[in-house]
């Protein structure tokens, strides 16, 4: 039996409800924040102007000439209770493959570079490094295996434009590698760099200040303004909340064809479309995302 948390709302200025399902981040409360924006969305409630989706929390946007404010809130309470249980929790999905060069050079040397706003204390080793070490990794390759194994549910969006949060699936909960934000957040991260924060790993989608470790380099863009590849066709961001990522190591040969074909405007993205079911993660486990990355 899986019990979920119970959602505080919370009144933000004349425009906003926020709901706070948990406090501490974990996959359930995800899923219940996925399923209920995305409820939100499908009534098409008048007077909701956005629904934003968090972590383990969400917003809601309104207009208070078209709805009252406490009517509003009786209504999401309503949609509270029928997501409360944990098979309600069931969303469409997309699988995404990024390659990923990690231990990338440009990487390496911006963490050299701000080196003094992060809080490790091995001297001079990367971010790369300093995470490696940190989880009780001694042998690159097994480091970038556990990081690369399984996919990782995009939580949220925010920051920058196409920036997401990713949490990983599969890893028991002391397996989940793990890394302290800087003490004081770069001025600058390479577009397309891959830092993790805690328990999530995120690709910057921009050139932009930021505070996560970096690892390595996404080969491919998360965000197109221009849409020129094809995978943006629907959108300017590559996922939504709900959606997986799937990273996959390539090396410096790799990564440079893969630069060329996106440069081209060749370059298709390897997608798996997933009818993902919170309850039967639960209750398999490892088991459910193996049979979910089948043939991927």
């Not at 029928?82 to 963490?111: C, R």
């Not at 997986?244 to 190591?249: A, D, E, N, R």
């Amino acid at each position: 039996m899986f019990t979920l948390p119970k959602t505080r709302f919370h009144f933000s200025g004349d425009e906003f409800i926020v709901a706070e399902i948990s406090r501490e981040m974990s996959a359930e409360s995800n899923f219940k924040a996925l399923a209920i924006t995305n409820e939100v969305r499908n009534r098409n409630i008048p007077g909701v102007i956005e629904v934003y989706p968090a972590n383990a929390s969400y917003l809601v946007r309104y207009d208070p000439d078209v709805v009252s404010p406490y009517d509003l809130l009786d209504y999401l309470k309503d949609i509270d209770m029928t997501k409360s249980h944990i098979g309600q929790l069931n969303f469409q999905s997309k699988m995404i493959e990024v390659p990923v060069w990690y231990d990338d050079p440009v990487s390496a040397d911006f963490s050299r570079r701000f080196s003094e706003r992060n809080p490790k204390d091995e001297g001079d080793v990367t971010d790369f490094e300093y995470t490696m070490q940190l989880n009780g990794f001694k042998d690159k390759e097994r480091f970038v295996e556990a990081h690369s194994k399984y996919p990782y549910l995009v939580t949220m969006l925010g920051f920058n434009p196409g920036l997401t949060w990713s949490y990983p699936l599969g890893p028991a909960k002391e397996e989940v590698i793990h890394a302290p934000k800087y003490a004081s957040p770069r001025t600058d991260t390479p577009s397309g760099a891959l830092g993790i924060g805690g328990a999530f790993s995120v690709i910057y989608p921009l050139s932009s200040p930021g505070s996560y470790q970096l690892i390595g380099a996404s080969a491919v863009p998360v965000y197109d303004q221009k849409q020129q590849l094809s995978d943006f066709k629907s959108s300017i961001s590559l996922v939504r909340p709900g959606d997986l990522w799937k990273f996959k190591s390539v090396d410096e040969n790799e990564f440079t064809a893969i630069k060329e074909q996106v440069e081209q405007k060749s370059y298709r993205y390897k997608i798996k479309e997933v009818a993902f079911s919170a309850e039967e993660f639960m209750r398999s486990g490892l088991s459910y995302i193996n049979d979910m990355m089948e043939g991927f």
